[in-house]
C-alpha cells in the first residue's frame, strides 16, 4: 500500500527538491525514494563551472560518509542525477535531519567542491504496532475515568509523517486519550468511561488504529484484548528516570551493557514484574533484555561508524498488566579498528620517458571510517622511484614525478603507497600502482664495433656475403627497429652500389659483382643504421673490405719475347768459361706474394748440360767451360712457374749462337728454319747481299778512322739484356727475389727481329753478375774492325758487342751511321 501511494506521488516529488546555500557550500533538499535518473540540480551552473569541460576535466561525485554512490553528473549537461535508491529511513534512521555529504571533483587542475543532499521524508511507511493484539487485565474495582496506557504505534517516518493521533473503535466502557512522551512520540490511553462488571463480561475487543500526518494518510490497526479481573492499584516504578551507558564497539557478544530494574508496590501476581522493549526501530536487533531480570546485553556487531548511539524504551509491567517506560540511551565509544583505505582516483598511465619532473601523474584520495584522531592519516611512498605525494586538498594526494624517467633503464614501476593513521595502536595500509613508461626515440642505434672488415678472395660469386654489421637501439617496437643502408660514394669513379649491397633488415653485406685483385686491393664504404622512430636517428659505421689474391694469372714473360711473335738469339763467346752468365729469361706475374714468386726451369736443350738457369733469377750461365765439340746453335726451352695452388706457367724458347766472329751471324737463320719455316727466302737473299755491300763499306770507314780515337777502347761481354722502363707492363710490381726485374740490372734488347728500337747501344754500367774483370779483352780499333770481318778474333766477344763510355768515336756521324744503318741489317738478316 505504501508503495503505490509512493508512485502515486512521483509526479510531485521534483516539487520538493530545493536548493539553499550555507556557508558557502551547496546544498540540495529532495525526497527520498526519487526514481533513478531523476535530476537534482545542475551542479555545473551551481558552483560556475563550464559544462563543456566536465568530460575533459574527468568530472565524477566521490561520497565523504558512505560507499554507495548515490548520485552523479552528466558530463554533457552537468545536471546532477540521481543513481541509486535513496531511502531515509535506512540511512538516517529516526534522525530529524538526514544528509548526504558529497564531494565533486574535477582534475587538471585538481578542483573540490563540497555539497550536502538533505533528504526529506515522504509518507511511505505506515504506523506499525510491536504486536498484532494487545492483552489488558483490567481489575473489575477499577472506577470511572481509570487510565490504561497502550504500547504505541511506530512509524519509520519522522515528523509529521510519523504518528500522529490514534482513533479507538466505538465501545461502551473506554474512551481514548492521546498523551505525549518526553520525546515527542505520542500513544494512547484507555480511559475507563463506565465500570467493568466481570459478571456481565469478562472479556471485551477493541480496535485502535493508529495514523499518521502524511499525504496520503497512512494508518495501522491492533487488537485489544481485555480481560477483566481484580483490581491492581500499584503501577511499576524504574530505579532511574533515564538510563545511560557507554559501549565500547567491537564488544563482543554477551556483553552485558547494563541492568534496569523496576519495582512494584503490589503483592502476589500484581506485584511480578517483567521487561521488555517498547518498541525496536532497527532492522536487525543489536540488544537483548532479559525479561526478568532486566539485564541488557550485546547480541549482534556494534559498529562505531554505523551508528554511534542507541536510544530505546524500556517498559516494566506487573502481574495484571500495568506498566511505566523509561528511556535506555547507550552511547558508542570508537576504537581504531579500521585501516585507511587508499583509493586511485585517477592514472596517467603510460607516461613518456620525457616528462618533465613535477608533472602529475596520479590522484590519490585517503579514507579512514574511525573518527578524531583515529581518522587523521599520513601518506608515504616506498624510495627508489622518480615520484612523490604532494599532499592537496583535504584527504588528496597528488602523485608526480620528480626527474625524468627513462624507459631503457626501467620500463615499469611498481609505486607502494600506505597510509597509516594516528590511533593507538596505528593502522595502515597500502595500495600498489603500476606505472608503464612510455618509449621514445630518444637512442640512436650503435653498432656494436666501432668500424668492421670484410675479407673476400677476388673472383668471388656475385651476391656473395662478405660480412655482417650489427647495431642495437634500446628504444621498443618501431623505435627499436633498425634499417640498414649504404650511404651514397664512390669506388674507383663508380657508385658504391655497383660493388656492394645490404640487406635492410640483418645488416648482411653482399658483393654485387666479382673483384678482381689486379684492379684494387681494398676500398671502405660507410654504413648506416636508421631506425623507425618519428623523427628517425640514425649512426654510421665504416666497412673496409680487403680483397685477397688468387692464382688467376700466368707468369709474362717479357725476355725473350714469348714464341710465335718472335725468336731472339744470344751470341756466347768460345772461350766463356763455367759460371758464366749468357742471358736472363725476364718474366712477371701480375698477382701478389706466393702466387707471384717465380721459379725458372729449363725443360729441354740441345745439350742438357752446357747451361743453367737460376731457380729465381732465370739466369742462364753456363755449367762447364764451352769445348769445341760443343754444338754451335744450342736451343732452350725455358719454363716460369709461379707458386700459386694450382701453380701456372708459361713457356719461352732461348737460341744461343756459340760463336766469336760476327761474320758468322748470317748462319742464324738457320735456326729460325729449324724452328720454323720461313717463306721469306727471295727477301732474305736480296737483304744479304745489300747487307755485305754495307758491311764491307763499314770496315773501310771504321779503318780510316781508327786512328782518331783519344783512347784504346776497352770490349766487355755481359750477356745480360736490358728491357726499356716503357716496355713492362704498368701494374707489374718488381719484387726482388721473386724472378721478376731487379733494380741491379738495366736491360735493353737490340737487334732481333722482336726488338723494339734498332738503335745500337753504349752502356756506361756493367752488372756484377757479368764476366770477371780478368775475363775482359782489351783490343785495339783493328781487332775490333776484324771482329766484324775475321772469324779469328778474340773470343771474349758476348752476345751483342758493348763500348766502354770511355770509347769516343771522332767522328759521330760515322757512329750514327753504324747504328741507324748497319747493325740492325745485319740482325735483321
Known sequence: MGYSRCVRCDSILLLFVTLHSIQGDVSY???????????????????????????????????????????????????????????????????ASCVLKQELVLENPLELHRFNIRVQDINDNSPQFKEDSLKLEIHESAVKGARFPLDEAHDEDIGENSVQGYILQQNDHFTLNIKTKGNGRKYGELILDKELDREDKNEIMLLLSAFDGGSPQRSGTVVIHVTVLDA??????????????????????DTIVLTVSATDADEGVNGD??????HVSDKKQIFSL???????????PIDYEKESSYEM????????????????IIEIVDVNDNAPVVNLKSLTNPIPENVSPGTEVGIINVQDRDSENNKQVRCSIQQGVPF???????????????????????????????????????????????????????????FEEQSYSAYVTENNKPGSTLCSVTARDPDWRQNGTVIYSL????????????????????????????????QFRSFKVHVMARDNGSPP???????SVFISDVNDNSPQILYPTPEGNSFMTELVPKAAHGGSLVSKVIAVDADSGQNAWLSYQIVKSTDPGLFTIGLHSGEIRTQRDISESDNMKQNLIVSVKDNGQPPLSATCAMYLLISDNLAEVPELKDISYEEKNSKLTSYLIIALVSVSTIFLTFIIIVMGVRFCRRRKPRLLFDGAVAIPSAYLPPNYADVDGTGTLRSTYNYDAYLTTGSRTSDFKFVSSYNDNTLPADETLKKSPTDFADMFGDSDGSPEVGTYSMFSSNFEFCKEDIVTFFSIYFLPSIFYV
Open 29 to 95: 533538499s529532495i525526497p527520498e525514494e526519487m526514481k533513478r535518473g531523476s535530476v537534482i540540480g545542475n551542479i555545473a551552473k551551481d558552483f560556475g563551472l563550464d559544462a563543456g569541460r566536465l568530460s575533459t576535466r574527468r568530472a565524477r561525485i566521490d561520497t565523504e560518509d558512505n560507499n554507495v554512490q548515490y548520485c552523479s553528473v552528466n558530463l554533457n549537461t552537468g545536471d546532477l542525477i540521481v543513481q541509486e535508491r535513496i531511502d531515509r529511513e535506512g540511512l538516517c534512521g529516526k534522525k
Open 232 to 253: 491492581n492499584d500499584n503501577e511499576p516504578v524504574f530505579s532511574q528516570n533515564m538510563y545511560k551507558a557507554s559501549l565500547p564497539e567491537n564488544s563482543p557478544l
Open 273 to 278: 514484574v517483567t521487561y521488555a522493549f517498547d
Open 290 to 300: 532479559d525479561s526478568k531480570t532486566g539485564e541488557v546485553k550485546v547480541v549482534g
Open 313 to 328: 524504551q524500556i517498559s516494566a509491567k506487573d502481574g495484571l498488566g500495568l506498566a511505566s517506560y523509561v528511556s535506555l
Open 388 to 446: 612523490k605525494l604532494v599532499p592537496s586538498i583535504k584527504n588528496y594526494y597528488s602523485l608526480v614525478t620528480t626527474e625524468q624517467p627513462d624507459r631503457e633503464l626501467v620500463s615499469d614501476y611498481n609505486i607502494t603507497i600506505t597510509a597509516t593513521d594516528e590511533g593507538s595502536p596505528p593502522l595502515s595500509s597500502s595500495k600498489t600502482v603500476q606505472l608503464s613508461v612510455a618509449d621514445i626515440n630518444d637512442n640512436p642505434p650503435v
Open 487 to 518: 650511404l651514397p660514394g664512390e669506388v674507383n669513379g663508380a657508385p658504391v652500389s655497383s660493388y656492394l649491397s645490404v640487406n635492410g633488415d640483418t645488416g648482411v653485406i653482399h658483393a654485387v659483382r666479382s673483384f678482381d685483385y689486379e
Open 537 to 543: 636517428l640514425s649512426s654510421n659505421v665504416t666497412v
